[in-house]
């Protein structure tokens, strides 16, 4: 059985993933924003650790990659934690920033997964100004570049991002029309399965489905990481 760790997990997509895998015997590791957040998720999954930091804050992403550090290594990691109605800076640095920051920072697992969004396709993209510039549907453009890349620069770790589709959590709201459990069901086949040649890949639905094709530009990739660097005062390392 595996050893996932997954951002997001107190409520949603990630708290839903988090129990499907826990069922199927998985050891699961939680994220929660706060105490309290770490105590209501802890009623849902009694038996899992749980590691509290705020990933707006830098300071408090760099110290739970420390955690996650001191509780390795981990098969697989995913990051799912984001927000869609928040001022740019705050969507920049929780849906953006905080992945890479720990995707830089924690021991490589053997599993990399990043939640994207079919919104992204036709985004903005502004790389000079990704503090200030950067709206829901351009960040996950950014995690998807990011994704890309760590799959092109690290090529032992499977790594994906996946689309869950509009779906009714409290994030998507009651409007959306997707498929709930199909929503989560990619991130826990791409955590549980053991067929490594599966990365690089952007799946909807358990299926490769169609992605802005910016995603692949590789001189693109490495502005972003080099802009990423630069906020962050943190290299990729290579």
């Given at each position: 059985?595996?050893?996932?760790f997954?951002?997001?997990?107190?409520d949603?997509l990630g708290?839903?993933a988090?129990?499907?895998?826990?069922s199927?015997?998985?050891?699961?590791v939680?994220?929660a924003?706060?105490q309290?957040?770490?105590e209501?998720?802890h009623q849902?999954?009694?038996n899992s650790?749980i590691?509290i930091?705020?990933l707006s804050?830098?300071?408090e992403?760099?110290?739970?990659a420390k955690?996650?550090n001191?509780?390795?290594?981990?098969d697989t990691i995913?990051y799912?934690a984001?927000v869609?109605s928040?001022?740019h800076?705050?969507?920049f640095k929780?849906?953006?920033?905080?992945?890479y920051l720990l995707?830089?920072l924690?021991?490589k697992?053997k599993?990399l997964?990043?939640?994207s969004?079919?919104?992204h396709n036709?985004a903005?993209?502004d790389?000079n100004n990704?503090?200030?510039?950067?709206?829901?549907?351009s960040?996950?453009?950014?995690?998807l570049?990011l994704?890309?890349?760590i799959?092109?620069?690290w090529?032992n770790?499977?790594t994906n991002?996946?689309?869950?589709?509009?779906v009714?959590?409290?994030?998507g709201?009651?409007g959306?029309?997707?498929?709930?459990?199909?929503?989560?069901?990619?991130q826990?086949?791409?955590a549980?399965?053991?067929?490594?040649?599966?990365?690089?890949?952007?799946?909807?639905h358990l299926?490769?489905?169609?992605y802005?094709?910016?995603a692949d530009?590789?001189?693109?990739?490495?502005e972003?990481?080099?802009?990423l660097?630069?906020?962050t005062?943190i290299q990729l390392?290579?």
């Open positions: 059985m595996s050893k996932i997954i951002t997001g997990s107190t949603g708290l839903l988090a129990k499907k895998l826990s199927m015997g998985h050891e699961i939680l994220h924003r706060n309290k957040r770490a209501d998720v849902e999954l009694p650790k590691l930091g705020d804050n830098q300071s992403v760099k110290n739970l955690q996650i001191d509780i390795g290594p981990f995913i799912n984001g869609a928040a001022s800076q705050l969507i929780i849906n953006v920033l905080a992945p995707t830089a924690v021991d697992p599993r997964i990043y939640v969004s079919g919104m036709g903005s993209l790389l990704l503090e200030t510039n950067t709206d829901y549907s960040s996950k453009l950014q995690v570049i994704a890309k890349a799959a092109r620069l090529p770790i499977a991002a996946i689309d869950p589709g509009w009714p959590t409290k994030m709201g009651s959306a029309n997707d498929d709930l459990e199909q929503g989560y069901a990619g826990v086949w791409l549980s399965t053991k067929d490594s040649s599966i990365t690089g890949q952007y799946l909807y299926k490769p489905s169609h802005d094709s910016r530009d590789t001189s693109l990739q490495e972003l990481l080099d802009q660097a630069k906020i005062g390392p290579h």
